[in-house]
């Protein structure tokens, strides 16, 4: 199909698009974010890719941390993040 996107709907993953490809009189439609197969914009074709990965997640409860404190490592140099520990000054 050949449209433009006039309007996008967030909340029922729809768009409304005039179809230029259309014979009859009422060029408007509705389409399903989730049956789109390739955009083009701005002259850049974009694909979605087709047989990639699922990761199976690990259910956490709410209270849960997003981290394993076990594996944090204080000096860590390949680490993303940077972890330090903090020593009391005995000084004056």
């Known amino acids: 199909m050949t449209c433009n996107m006039l309007q996008v709907e967030n909340n029922l993953g729809r768009s409304l698009v005039i179809d230029h490809s259309s014979a009859g ?4 439609r509705q389409i399903d974010h989730r049956s789109i197969e390739s955009i083009v914009f ?16 690990e ?32 000084g004056d």
């Open 59 to 90: 259910k956490t409860t709410k209270d849960e941390p997003k981290w394993n404190a076990a594996k944090l490592a204080v000096g860590n140099w390949f680490s993303g993040t940077s972890y330090y520990q903090a020593v009391e000054d005995k």
């Open 42 to 57: 701005q002259n850049t074709k974009y694909t979605i890719k087709k047989g990639a990965k699922t990761e199976e997640v």
């Open 25 to 28: 009189a009422n060029k408007f």
